[in-house]
């Protein structure tokens, strides 16, 4: 058994999965917190790919200079095919014992906490995670690094679409990413002052297509701007439009595909400072002997979330924000 206070002298760190702004915000403060705190740092580059790899340098305070601004990951991301196997695991475990490695601190969305959930239990191996994606989908933390980013994004190009669509009569779908979560289309939807939201929690229920436009596209609005979350059940809005032109041929509909736009840009600070506190708490909570959680904030405080818990799923979209965009929207 390794990965007591006693035994941690070196902390490795990594950026897995899609890359959000504030993830080299993370970075800064875990390196900068652990030199601090006496540890040595190493930065594992592309993710669990460059820990099989053993694709690992030393970090230095110097290392994480002038980054704090910038979107994306120094340390670079990529999907690892490998670590998705035993051996490959068995691999990363060796490259990164070789390298002196006795805990790691991983930033990423539900794939990569769950990578580290089942590296932390077959190798024992002390891990913390940071929750690092746009989609705020994680359980246990209120939000996510980069999901306030990518709200601020959208919101500043559903403004723009906004102009062009007041000038034409128009029905506007801009697709956001979260396909499993409704999150960025619900609250930017709001933010923006769009006429709807369609996102995966309601579309079982109801078909807001059919809803909008016999409800909310009212003679007096001659033109809407409808928020989608990407769905491959639904074809997204590309298939909302294509519905359009068949169910509804009397509107003209466009779409906006807003894509990987989402995920870059230099972080708001509320990113900023979310990922600063956050790389913090990640090197108290090995101090304090924590491993396999995720860092979370929780009504303004840090708290431990088990693995398991911020991989399930289980964020609840607010029915009374879906019911905001109705009633701000006639």
Do not use: W
């Amino acid at each position: 058994m390794f990965g007591t206070m006693a035994t941690i002298k070196c902390i490795g760190i990594l950026t897995s999965g899609g890359d959000a702004p504030g993830m080299n915000a993370a970075i800064r403060a875990v390196t900068r917190t652990a030199i601090y705190n006496g540890f040595t740092v190493k930065g594992i580059m592309r993710g669990y790919h460059g820990l099989v790899t053993g694709e690992i340098v030393d970090f230095r305070s110097k290392s994480v200079s002038n980054i704090i601004q910038q979107g994306g990951t120094i340390l670079k991301t990529a999907r690892s095919k490998e670590f998705r196997t035993a051996e490959g695991r068995r691999a990363a475990y060796e490259k990164m014992k070789a390298a002196g490695i006795d805990a790691l601190v991983v930033i990423g969305g539900d794939g990569s906490l769950s990578g580290a959930k089942t590296f932390a239990e077959e190798f024992d191996v002390p891990i913390v995670g940071l929750p690092g994606t746009i989609d705020n989908d994680l359980g246990g933390t209120d939000s996510t690094i980069g999901y306030d980013t990518a709200l601020n994004t959208i919101v500043e190009a559903v403004d723009k679409l906004r102009d062009t669509a007041s000038s034409h009569e128009r029905l506007f779908f801009v697709e956001v990413m979260g396909h499993t979560a409704g999150f960025l289309a619900l609250n930017s939807a709001i933010a923006s002052g769009a006429e709807a939201a369609i996102i995966p929690e309601i579309e079982t229920e109801v078909d807001p297509l059919a809803e909008l436009i016999n409800n909310g596209f009212r003679k007096s609005k001659n033109s809407a701007i409808v928020l989608v979350a990407e769905n491959p059940e639904t074809g997204g809005a590309m298939g909302l439009a294509q519905r359009i032109k068949e169910e509804f041929p009397q509107y003209d509909a466009r779409v906006t595909i807003l894509g990987h736009i989402q995920r870059g840009g230099s972080p708001t600070a509320i990113d900023r400072i979310l990922a600063s506190r956050m790389g913090e708490a990640a090197i108290e909570a090995l101090k304090e002997g924590q491993r396999n959680v995720m860092i979370g904030i929780k009504n303004g405080q840090m708290v431990y979330v088990p693995f398991s818990k911020a991989v399930a799923h289980n964020n609840s979209i607010n029915r009374a924000m879906l019911d905001l965009v109705k009633i701000l929207s006639i």
